[in-house]
């Protein structure tokens, strides 16, 4: 259950050091939705239209990563992509999953890919959704979201960079991101993920072509055309290494797929995963 008050807070469950706060909803095969490195972001604020969309086919497991959220971690963690391989490992543990899908988003896809590289036998199918997880040179708007300083001003052209429609980057949404960003300790957590220069962040979150070419799930990329903070040629790149693969690119769409074409995403994303 989400908590009444605010819906960004879900379930707990020890995975680790690390408390995780995490949403279970629905009921049928397990999906493990990883959200993106946004500033205020949230598995909630990620996913919650895919969620409410998909909730009736499929159990939805969509927990905040560490120094995300509302979820707990240990004073001086350092962030990097083994803690965070190891919190979804240790959290699929917790919950007695051996085997689950996984859609990642952003900052999400290249963990997704991680769980996929490290540990294949606890991924049946992956769905990437303007991933992260290849070398590419890092863009403006990258750089101004990991850049990111807390005010509504900022927050505003954040989420400009994220929208091609700009008509979704209202005051409520630019308001509800930007208390988010600057609740205690959580600008602190995130300033310190992604320090300038950023490209060896980049670098750091990319895996080698080998270890993509062994990946042997078959795996769905999805790509907003327009897309300002992920270049479109990561999932190109993404398509070619890994060998069962597909690619649906949307026009008029920036890096916000699964909210700018909700309805669309979520039925390529039941396609796929119900494919026999």
């Not at 469950?13 to 397990?30: K, L, R, W």
């Not at 959220?69 to 350092?78: A, C, D, F, K, L």
């Not at 992509?81 to 859609?103: N, T």
């Not at 988003?105 to 049946?124: D, K, Q, T, W, Y």
Request: proline share 5%.
């Amino acid at each position: 259950m989400n908590s009444p008050v605010n819906p960004e807070i879900g379930r707990s469950i020890a995975t680790g050091s690390i408390t995780t706060n995490y949403h279970d909803v629905g009921s049928g095969e397990p999906v493990l939705l990883l959200h993106g490195s946004g500033p205020g972001v949230s598995a909630w604020a990620n996913w919650r239209l895919p969620i409410q969309q998909l909730q009736g086919q499929f159990r939805l497991l969509a927990p905040d990563l560490a120094g995300f959220g509302y979820t707990q971690v240990p004073e001086g963690i350092e962030y990097s992509r083994q803690l965070w391989l190891e919190q979804m490992v240790a959290f699929l543990d917790a919950l007695g999953l051996d085997r689950v899908d996984v859609v990642g988003n952003s900052f999400g896809g290249s963990m997704a890919l991680a769980l996929a590289i490290h540990h294949p036998e606890r991924v049946r199918r992956l769905i990437l959704m303007g991933s992260v997880g290849v070398p590419f040179e890092l863009t403006p708007g990258l750089d101004a979201v990991w850049g990111y300083e807390p005010s509504e001003d900022n927050m505003r052209a954040i989420m400009r960079i994220f929208a091609y429609d700009q008509a979704l980057v209202g005051d409520d949404l630019v308001r509800m991101r930007f208390e988010a960003s600057r609740r205690a300790g959580v600008h602190e957590a995130y300033s310190s993920m992604f320090p300038a220069p950023r490209q060896r962040w980049v670098d750091a979150m990319a895996h080698g072509e080998a270890e993509i070419r062994g990946i042997r799930q078959p795996t769905l990329m999805v790509h907003g055309r327009d897309d300002k903070v992920i270049p479109l040629a990561t999932s190109l790149t993404l398509q070619q290494w890994i060998d069962d693969s597909q690619l649906h690119i949307f026009g008029r769409c920036g890096h916000w797929t699964q909210i700018e074409h909700a309805s669309a995403f979520c039925q390529l994303v039941a396609n796929f995963l119900e494919a026999a």
